[in-house]
């Protein structure tokens, strides 16, 4: 190199998303085995009780519902999987707003309803979500694992104002896959 040229520069690369965190836990209630997560956010109990609940908030990080919740049953639709999910039904068993939803859904090709529920907490102006969902075996847990955790970092993307485009799944499964055996195996699960 002779002493008039400067020195070549690194390529400059693109800011890379931190890489995904497995962050459910095997628990049990009354004896059924529930994966468990945790979200905090910086906003009031009811701003995250919306983002949860509406249609269109739900929609920039899930999905989207149709119908009266107040019939205790709404038809949900996946758009956060492609367009060509079919839609749900979902069964509304308890909503006591802003504190607690729980909710069950018979997913094409299941042998047994999913159970989810949703838990808000608030103080000092923190809101912290906790999201559970019943799992009645070790391959739905290896599924949903991975699933709820990309799921919930989408939705703390869209309230946070991130890019949501910029949580790909592929980050997620098979990567965070031992994670859940290990909670799996140590929840007495087999495996």
Known sequence: MSPTQPPTQPPTQAPTQP??????????????????FERTFRAPIDDVWDAVTEPERLERWIGTWTGDPATGRVTFRMTAEGDDVPDETIWVDVCERPTRLVMRSMPPGEDAPWRWELTLAESDGVTTLTFAQEVTGAELALSVGPGWDYYLDRLVAAETGADVSAVDFADYEPALSEHYRRELRDGGLEV
């Open 19 to 36: 890489s995904p965190t497995a962050t459910g836990r095997l628990t049990r209630r009354t004896g059924i085995p529930l994966l468990e």
